[in-house]
């Protein structure tokens, strides 16, 4: 997670197959209960471990997926109470290499990034470039 004072990798040991399963899964409308089960588990795999540096507390969050990952409705990720969408606006960079630019458009305000990659045990060297280039401010954690 990307903050105006910090960045914080966080590894998630979960496999590219069960993420691609679990978004189908959860992107197939026909089942019966709301929050689905996937919506809770993805919830708990992917963003609680975000919530100890100050997620929840976010006004708004920016989603910057990497491959399978783009084809999750972050949105509606839920935490058992109430959607992700629901409780904080969202925001989508399809890169990392768009970090650089996102400070020129619009608000100079620098707002909390969750960034997702699937890499087993480090950050995917030109992911961390990226961020470190248009971030300096930020620190890796």
């Not at 699937?118 to 995917?124: A, K, L």
Request: proline share 8%; net charge positive; hydrophobic share 35%.
């Amino acid at each position: 997670m990307l903050t105006s004072e910090r960045f914080n990798a966080v590894v998630i040991d979960v496999g590219r197959q069960e993420i691609e399963a679990a978004t189908t899964r959860l992107r197939d409308f026909n089942t019966a209960s709301f929050p689905s089960s996937e919506s809770l588990s993805l919830y708990k795999t992917l963003l609680r471990p975000l919530e100890r540096f100050g997620m929840s507390e976010a006004s708004q969050i920016g989603i910057v997926p990497h491959g399978p990952l783009h084809y999750l409705p972050f949105a509606a990720l839920s935490d058992g109470s109430k959607y992700l969408g629901e409780r904080t606006p969202l925001f989508y960079l399809p890169s990392a290499d768009l970090f650089g630019l996102s400070g020129s458009v619009g608000s100079p305000r620098i707002v909390p990034i969750a960034a997702f990659a699937h890499s087993r045990g480090s950050c995917p060297r030109r992911w961390c470039s990226s961020v470190e280039q248009s971030r300096p401010d930020a620190r890796l954690n």
